[in-house]
T-cell receptor
């Protein structure tokens, strides 16, 4: 499967727990983007990463959220001390480059439910 | 605040008809435009990209771009029930990288 991979597909956490979402970009892609889709809302940009670098995290909440894309392994979106408002679908997208007209392809998403 | 506006619908068309989906954007610096299809509970799937004024055709899909009017549209010819989904318009500014999405238009194609 050469597509963008995300896991887990569904994640249930109690309030106050930590959530870790993983994303492996499409083969040949080195740029990763995270988007969040709240119920009845549009997709919102959260963060853009290249290997070992956070390029833009302007869309990410200042507290409790962090992201990384290590030299080896998948990109990780980490949410600490989750609250009910964090319940959403989190999508990862990847592209071969970050500039110009390069298209972004989305993974299947992780649906986070906070109880 | 850069905005992308779409009619939320629902847009209902009979099978075999042409479905027309519209999108306007506020940022004149936008250079790249994309249409994604999203089935309920699924992820967005890229169906069209357009970068220059005019029309771009791909099978039953035609994207139209008018930068002067800040308007982009998607036409779906010979609509099929399987086209029933939410269509998301996304815009990227210049050499920027992040996509700004509209909230989507729900299309229903009735057999």
């Amino acid at each position: 499967n050469a597509g963008v991979m995300q896991n887990p597909r569904h994640l249930v956490r109690r309030r106050g727990q930590e959530a870790r979402l993983r994303c492996s970009p499409m083969k040949g892609h080195s740029h990763v983007y995270w988007y969040r889709q709240l119920p009845e809302e549009g997709l919102k940009f959260m963060v853009y990463l290249q290997k070992e670098n956070i390029i833009d995290e302007s869309g990410m909440p200042k507290e409790r959220f962090s992201a990384e894309f290590p030299k080896e392994g998948p990109s990780i979106l980490r949410i600490q001390q989750v609250v009910r408002g964090d319940s959403a679908a989190y999508f990862c997208a990847s592209s071969p480059r970050g500039d110009g007209s390069y298209e972004q392809y989305f993974g299947p998403g992780t649906r986070l439910t906070v109880t | 605040q850069k905005e992308v506006e779409q009619n939320s619908g629902p847009l209902s068309v009979p099978e075999g008809a042409i479905a027309s989906l519209n999108c306007t954007y506020s940022d004149r610096g936008s250079q790249s435009f994309f249409w994604y299809r999203q089935y309920s509970g699924k992820s967005p799937e890229l169906i069209m990209s357009i970068y220059s004024n005019g029309d771009k055709e791909d099978g039953r899909f035609t994207a139209q771009l008018n930068k002067a009017s800040q308007y982009v549209s998607l036409l779906i010819r010979d609509s099929q029930p399987s086209d029933s989904a939410t269509y998301l318009c996304a815009v990227k500014e210049g050499s920027n990288y992040k996509l700004t999405f509209g909230k989507g238009t729900l299309l229903t194609v009735n057999p």
